[in-house]
T-cell receptor, first 113, second 111 residues
Framework: DTAVSQTPKYLVTQMGNDKSIKCEQN?????MYWYKQDSKKFLKIMFS???????INETVPNRFSPKSPDKAHLNLHINSLELGDSAVYFC????????????FGQGTRLTVV | KQEVTQIPAALSVPEGENLVLNCSFT??????LQWFRQDPGKGLTSLLL?????REQTSGRLNASLDKSSGRSTLYIAASQPGDSATYLC??????????FGQGTELSVKP
């Protein structure tokens, strides 16, 4: 069983569209994250949720809206997609917000055309 | 502001060689440090987690050290194999569970 799973793996869409990426973890963790990996392969945190509560919002445009229906799921909805949103988006989870190990999903490669 | 730097950016070695990847960070107020491996087009695989109170962790042929006071960590890979070829990422854990990543070291191990 995959510990942290994201869908879809690939997403190609036109500018201006709205799209969602889903993430689920079966590790029983309390904390989930979204990270963005840009074209230079640099990874940066976007959001984190702990027990369905937003903990970190790293000055991401408000076109990006995370939603956590329960502890095991953290979805990312993106409105009015722009060319610059093209990147690989990674979901991750950890036991809590303390000193625990983070586990990452396989990533969603978003291409905006 | 915490910044994480990895040197070298790329490394090519012959199979069997022992090697060291370096990671430095500017602020010693970290919770932990985690080393990951990323294969092309794939996700991140956690290799080792070192808590801020620890000096090193070992897993198989991998050994990671942490010197918090000097802001440095190293990942030592013994007897490298072609299957070790990947990008290795260092990340420091800070408040809120946030990870701050370095740019990675792209390793190529030649048969």
């Amino acid at each position: 069983d995959t510990a942290v799973s994201q869908t879809p793996k690939y997403l190609v869409t036109q500018m201006g569209n709205d799209k969602s990426i889903k993430c689920e973890q079966n590790l029983g963790h309390d904390t989930m994250y979204w990270y963005k990996q840009d074209s230079k392969k640099f990874l940066k945190i976007m959001f984190s949720y702990n027990n369905k509560e937003l903990i970190i919002n790293e000055t991401v445009p408000n076109r990006f809206s995370p939603k956590s229906p329960d502890k095991a799921h953290l979805n990312l909805h993106i409105n009015s997609l722009e060319l610059g949103d093209s990147a690989v988006y990674f979901c991750a989870s950890s036991q809590d917000t303390g000193r625990t190990e983070a586990f990452f999903g396989q990533g969603t490669r978003l291409t905006v055309v | 502001k915490q910044e994480v730097t990895q040197i070298p950016a790329a490394l090519s070695v012959p199979e069997g060689e022992n090697l060291v990847l370096n990671c430095s960070f500017t602020d010693s107020a970290i919770y932990n440090l985690q080393w990951f491996r990323q294969d092309p087009g794939k996700g991140l695989t956690s290799l080792l987690l070192i808590q801020s109170s620890q000096r090193e962790q070992t897993s198989g042929r991998l050994n990671a050290s942490l010197d918090k006071s000097s802001g440095r960590s190293t990942l030592y890979i013994a007897a490298s194999q072609p299957g070790d070829s990947a990008t290795y990422l260092c990340a420091v854990g800070v408040q809120g569970g946030k990870l701050i990543f370095g740019q990675g070291t792209e390793l190529s191990v030649k048969p």
